[in-house]
């Protein structure tokens, strides 16, 4: 951290002496500080309960139901986005096409314009607010897990500036179109979510899908 020049002793006795009035240092069991540290830790904790019991209801009444066993089998979608998926959507299958679908969760695209005036095209947001919700924190889920298309298409899309949070922002929002359109179609085709690797070709120009084993659907 330091070279043979810097006097170690003085440099450690100037870190100690710009800590001394951090919240880093030591304080009193008694302190403000830590009373408000237990609070948030015991409110955190109370969520957590809250959210494995209702995850536990919601798996108990519908464990049987072939829609959500096939949801439950897409990466990062659990039981309570699972639920939320089929009570905000009803049958999956009333939708004749994914495009369908994904403009009733208000995932589609729309262009403003007044005029002869032309904005830009982003998501209308027109649809189902819980629904659109649902499928974000669900891709937010699947791309911090390893070995699925989902996390594979966001490292694609921002592997050109990682540190570019409107990019990544971009990435999210395509992976949550991602998820609702494949949620759509494992419910319509009735087939099994298949999970797969992906990589690239030698060339570097075409994807290459590697299929696990056990694997009974293509998605």
């Known amino acids: 951290m330091v070279g043979k020049k810097v006097s170690k002793a003085r440099l450690l006795g100037d870190i100690y ?22 609070l948030a830790l015991a409110e955190g904790r109370s969520l957590i309960r809250q959210r494995d019991l209702i995850e536990s209801q919601a798996h108990a009444a519908l464990a049987d139901n072939p829609d959500y066993q096939r949801l439950r089998q897409i990466p990062g979608i659990g039981p309570i986005t699972a639920m939320t998926v089929l009570a905000e959507a009803g049958d999956l299958r009333r939708f004749g096409h994914h495009r369908q ?4 969760c208000g995932l589609d695209l729309a262009t403003y314009q007044s ?5 830009r095209t982003k998501l209308s947001k027109f649809g189902n607010a819980r629904l659109r919700r649902a499928f974000w924190v669900a891709a937010q889920v699947a791309i ?5 298309s989902f996390r594979a298409k966001y490292e ?5 500036d990682r540190d570019n949070g409107d990019l990544r922002r971009k990435a999210l929002t395509a992976i949550t179109a991602k998820m ?11 087939s ?5 690797f992906e990589g690239s070709m030698p060339s570097g120009r075409t994807s290459l899908s590697k299929c696990r084993e056990g694997a009974t659907a293509t998605l």
């Open 156 to 160: 694609r899309y921002i592997a050109r």
């Open 101 to 104: 679908f994904l403009k009733f």
């Open 192 to 196: 099994d979510y298949r999970p797969f």
């Open 144 to 148: 911090r897990q390893p070995d699925n």
């Open 180 to 190: 609702a359109r494949t949620a759509h179609a494992v419910i319509k085709s009735g």
């Open 115 to 119: 005029g002869q005036f032309r904005g």
């Open 17 to 38: 002496e710009t800590a001394a009035s951090s919240i880093g240092l030591p304080i009193p069991l008694d302190s403000a500080a830590i009373t408000m540290f237990r």
